[in-house]
């Protein structure tokens, strides 16, 4: 409890800083027009809400570090932590319309002692609506997925942002059902997150993290029941926003989630 209590403390600090400093800038950022490229990936956990334009894709690789988790199998949909290191590989093409096709692989050492399966993946399709409303972006998403330790699942995925001047604004909604034996008939994840540009391109900010919620009201949750954890951002995009990179710290909240948690991911559009 020392170590969480100080590491929470610590957490806290970055994210003050840096929304701190925000506070001090006078100008906002001008929102882009509507047929704009996509904004650079500046989320660590968030999912973004705009999709490559046709004949454009992105191509992301991101690294994560879990001290403890007590349920492991999953390190996306709706559970993003893995005991031990993870490392993530996607892409997602533009089709047009909005829409997007994406897929990813993951790898871990979470189960390499006991000589389980220690590969994932995501394959699915995702859309983003025009809306009328200026700066409001929101995205669906549907896929199927393969569990680190080899069960299969499908999950539905919504979320939002919303640009206010140098602040943004974000929230994730994850319903997924994993076919194989014990399982709940749904698991249940919702993020949080805010951000502010502290100067072009450079942004920090706070996410949230709470998984596997339908422990709150299941008291026979199959994994152990509700989780929550709390870090801060730093991202920064460049060559044109082509390119960007996100990292930060993150700590348990609660009973079981991970007392330490660190994810770094690096994004590039073509």
């Known amino acids: 409890m020392v170590f969480r209590s100080s590491a929470c403390r610590a957490v806290l600090?970055?994210?003050?800083?840096?929304?701190?400093?925000?506070?001090?800038?006078?100008?906002?950022?001008?929102?882009?027009p509507a047929d704009a490229a996509p904004q650079a990936r500046s989320w660590a956990f968030v999912d973004e809400t705009t999709v490559p334009r046709a004949g454009e894709a992105f191509v992301q690789a991101r690294a994560t570090y879990s001290h403890y988790s007590a349920s492991p199998t999953r390190p996306f949909a709706t559970n993003v932590a893995s005991p031990g290191s993870m490392g993530e590989l996607g892409a997602e093409a533009g089709v047009g319309g909005g829409v997007s096709l994406m897929a990813s692989a993951v790898g871990s050492d979470a189960f390499a002692s006991s000589g389980q399966s220690?590969?994932?993946?995501?394959?699915?399709?995702r859309y983003a609506p025009a809306l009328s409303l200026e700066n409001l972006r929101v995205a669906f998403s549907a896929a199927f997925l393969r569990e680190l330790t080899g069960s299969s699942?499908?999950?539905?995925?919504?979320?939002?942002?919303?640009?206010l001047g140098a602040w943004r604004f974000g929230g994730t909604g994850v319903v997924e059902k994993v076919f194989a034996k014990g399982r709940d008939e749904a698991d249940v994840m919702?993020?949080?997150g805010v951000q502010r540009e502290l100067v072009p391109h450079l942004r920090v900010g706070v996410e949230y993290v709470g998984q596997d919620l339908e422990g709150l009201v299941d008291d026979e949750e199959a994994e152990?029941?509700?989780?929550h954890f709390l870090g801060g951002t730093l991202s920064y995009a460049f060559f044109d926003e082509r390119f960007s990179i996100v990292a930060g710290p993150s700590v348990g909240l609660s009973e079981g989630?991970?007392?330490l948690l660190a994810r770094a991911g690096l994004a590039a559009r073509f």
Request: proline fraction near 2%; avoid cysteine; charge should be negative.
């Open 13 to 32: 600090a970055f994210a003050t800083l840096g929304v701190s400093q925000a506070f001090a800038q006078e100008e906002g950022v001008v929102s882009e």
């Open 224 to 227: 152990g029941g509700a989780r």
């Open 190 to 192: 919702l993020v949080l």
């Open 153 to 163: 699942g499908a999950f539905l995925r919504g979320s939002a942002t919303y640009d």
């Open 257 to 259: 989630a991970p007392s």
């Open 118 to 125: 220690s590969t994932g993946a995501v394959a699915g399709v």
